[in-house]
Nanobody, 115 residues
Framework: QERLVESGGGLVQPGGSLRLSCLAS????????MAWYRQSPGKQRELVAE???????TYADSVQGRFTIARDNTAKTVSLQMNSLKPEDTAVYYC?????????WGQGTQVTVSS
């Protein structure tokens, strides 16, 4: 069964750090492009960071220099290290896998940045 399971969300103070992880199963992970999206209440889901099957990364301007996406093809995981978190980073974060015409979403994990 194809599945993406996120973990690592939670409550953190402004300026703090969190590391999200996404475990993939049932997909050919090594050829899949992976990404993290986020969605805040009342807003559209937006791309946060993407890593291609060959390791090329792209970031949203709002997180450039603060967030780092990485993948481990052996463990079939993709992570998002989030530093210097801001209240505006509060959202549900989703893991996303895509290759060709196929794609898959995780169920999401809540990240709340608040004092």
């Amino acid at each position: 069964q194809e599945r993406l399971v996120e973990s690592g969300g939670g409550l953190v103070q402004p300026g703090g750090s969190l590391r999200l992880s996404c475990l993939a199963s049932g997909i050919v992970f090594r050829i899949s492009n992976m990404a993290w999206y986020r969605q805040s209440p009342g807003k559209q889901r937006e791309l946060v960071a993407e890593i291609s099957s060959i390791g090329k990364t792209t970031y949203a301007d709002s997180v450039q220099g603060r967030f780092t996406i990485a993948r481990d093809n052996t463990a079939k995981t993709v992570s998002l290290q989030m530093n210097s978190l801001k209240p505006e980073d509060t959202a549900v974060y989703y893991c996303y896998a895509f290759v060709g015409q196929s794609d898959l979403w995780g169920q999401g994990t809540q990240v709340t940045v608040s004092s």
